[in-house]
């Protein structure tokens, strides 16, 4: 038989592509999860024990945890990236290593043919053809949501007749939970006016109860919580586990997709906010001038190319070393008090603090120059403005 390697979630659009080809299609399934964090244990046996009974004929999962984190997360963070000023690139991101695992499975197994229940009108697509193409131009992608153009509710009503059990209130809404954030699709995010109801989003509000907590930074990377260290990664989901429960991250992302129409989805990355804001309140302490403003632009440049699938592109590479670099000075101890729904940077404590008192208070005193060297400072600064009005003045 015919092999495909089906990138498997367990959710409605995967669970279709895994029926409709083993029983359409004759293809012998072999369903593959790509854990990039947010999923127990127990949630992996379910996902692959549902995958044999829709019909596939194996099913594995790959753990992608630590290589999500090295080898796109933490410059992220050193970026402090955020879409559109909001958006923590939690799915998008998600998707590259996600397709890396993929292919080389099927490399691995000798598929020559790839899977995924991307729709025509969304990111995904992209980022994981593109992937596909780039490392294994050989491999034939099949795509059966987006070549027969399915609705959601057309893809619920076939897994229906062909006695497939799933919780159909709850495949409603598409959601990808993962390291980096959880995305929540549905048919409010496809308008643009309606809000996504309490219950879309996974993590429900729990703590009432102001919270103080404590982020340790190492070379720009969070390495613990009120000093209690650990590995980056398992730092990140004790941050979410703590967080979430304040129902802290929520927002709706509006942008341009890769296609070129504009796109709505809903998200909760409580951690990956959180760390974000407080990752960058250390830098402005800890970096200088000209490093925050050049690291603005070049990590915008790095968020979307990542964003538009282009991350196995030299450049990028080139913009890893120079966040890299940049973070050499990035260490301490940023405190933040958690409230519901929001949070707050209260400060940091760190030994490469340029806010030094050595050499003066903003505007209260100074400690390293005279009025006078602050008069002929400010004198010779206005030249360029005197000359031009000068020049000018008739104008």
């Known amino acids: 038989m015919k092999k495909v390697v089906i990138a498997y979630s367990g959710g409605l659009d995967t669970s279709y592509c895994a029926k409709y080809l083993s029983?359409?299609?004759?293809?012998?399934?072999?369903?593959?999860?790509?854990?990039?964090?947010?999923?127990?244990?127990?949630?992996?046996?379910?996902?692959?024990?549902?995958?044999?009974?829709?019909g596939a004929e194996s099913y594995v999962n790959i753990d992608a945890v630590s290589s999500f984190y090295q080898k796109v997360v933490k410059y992220l963070i050193f970026g402090n990236?955020?879409?559109?000023?909001?958006?923590?690139?939690?799915?998008?991101?998600?998707?590259?290593?996600?397709?890396?695992?993929?292919?080389?499975?099927?490399?691995?197994?000798?598929?020559?043919?790839?899977?995924?229940?991307?729709?025509?009108?969304?990111?995904?697509?992209?980022?994981?053809?593109?992937?596909?193409?780039?490392?294994?131009?050989?491999?034939?992608?099949?795509t059966p949501i987006r070549d027969k153009e399915l609705s959601r509710q057309e893809e619920i009503d076939y897994l229906k007749s062909n006695g497939v059990d799933m919780n159909w209130e709850k495949a409603k809404y598409s959601v990808n939970k993962g390291l980096w954030g959880t995305s929540v699709g549905g048919a409010e995010t496809l308008t643009s006016h309606e809000a996504l109801p309490e219950e879309a989003y996974p993590s429900q509000l729990i703590e009432k109860d102001p919270k103080k907590i404590s982020l340790n930074f190492k070379k720009g990377e969070l390495v613990g919580i009120n000093g209690e260290?650990?590995?980056?990664?398992?730092?990140?989901?004790?941050?979410?586990?703590?967080?979430?429960?304040?129902?802290?991250?929520?927002?709706?992302?509006?942008?341009?997709?890769?296609?070129g129409i504009k796109g709505r989805v809903g998200f909760e990355a409580a951690a990956a906010i959180i760390i974000i804001k407080a990752h960058h309140l250390l830098e402005k302490h800890t970096l200088s001038k000209w490093q925050?403003?050049?690291?603005?632009?070049?990590?915008?440049?790095?968020?979307?190319?990542?964003?538009?699938?282009?991350?196995?592109?030299?450049?990028?590479?080139?913009?890893?070393?120079?966040?890299?670099?940049?973070?050499?000075?990035?260490?301490?101890?940023?405190?933040?008090?958690?409230?519901?729904?929001?949070?707050?940077?209260?400060?940091?404590?760190s030994n490469s603090d340029l806010m030094n008192s050595s050499f003066g208070n903003y505007g209260e005193e100074n400690k390293a120059w005279t009025a006078e060297d602050a008069k002929g400072f400010i004198k010779i600064l206005s030249n360029s403005g005197k000359i031009y009005n000068h020049v000018n003045k008739e104008q």
Not at 88 to 105: C, F, G, T
């Open 229 to 259: 260290m650990d590995s980056s990664e398992k730092v990140i989901e004790k941050l979410e586990n703590i967080a979430s429960k304040f129902a802290i991250g929520r927002d709706i992302h509006v942008g341009d997709t890769i296609i």
């Open 292 to 349: 925050l403003q050049h690291k603005d632009y070049i990590a915008n440049w790095y968020g979307t190319h990542l964003h538009e699938g282009q991350y196995l592109d030299p450049v990028m590479r080139d913009f890893e070393a120079f966040l890299q670099q940049s973070q050499d000075k990035v260490n301490g101890e940023v405190y933040v008090s958690l409230h519901a729904y929001r949070f707050t940077l209260d400060g940091i404590k």
């Open 81 to 142: 990236v955020l879409k559109n000023n909001s958006y923590p690139l939690s799915v998008s991101a998600e998707r590259i290593i996600q397709a890396i695992e993929i292919v080389n499975y099927a490399k691995k197994i000798g598929a020559k043919y790839i899977a995924h229940g991307s729709t025509g009108a969304g990111n995904d697509q992209v980022r994981f053809d593109m992937i596909f193409q780039i490392i294994a131009p050989e491999v034939k992608i099949i």
């Open 23 to 54: 029983k359409e299609e004759g293809f012998e399934v072999h369903a593959v999860s790509v854990n990039t964090g947010g999923f127990s244990d127990q949630e992996i046996e379910k996902i692959g024990s549902n995958a044999k009974k829709i």
